[in-house]
């Protein structure tokens, strides 16, 4: 059985997601930029794909215009939350 290469995508693109999800919660609650999240990661697509994904699952809302300002929601400070404990 050969490899599935999606699936390969897919792990990176969550491990891209959970490390996204990090900054912002670190940071909360000033927000980071998804120009800034990009340059972090040096791949402006998985970082892209990553915040696409976390923003419909409700973990991520985005503000402002151009410089998309990204915020945790509060179900994401929540089970952080919970998490840490």
């Not at 995508?9 to 000033?30: C, H, K, M, W, Y």
């Not at 927000?31 to 409700?58: I, M, P, W, Y």
Request: overall charge positive; proline content about 5%.
């Amino acid at each position: 059985m050969q490899p599935d290469p999606k699936r390969g995508e897919s792990r990176r693109n969550f491990g891209v997601q959970r490390a996204i999800l990090a900054l912002t919660l670190a940071g909360d609650p000033v927000a980071r930029t998804r120009s800034e999240l990009a340059r972090v990661f040096g791949d402006h697509e998985a970082a892209k794909r990553a915040v696409v994904s976390l923003q419909n699952c409700g973990l991520l809302e985005i503000t402002g215009g151009a410089s998309q300002s990204l915020l945790p929601t509060n179900a994401a400070r929540q089970a952080h939350r919970l998490e840490a404990w």
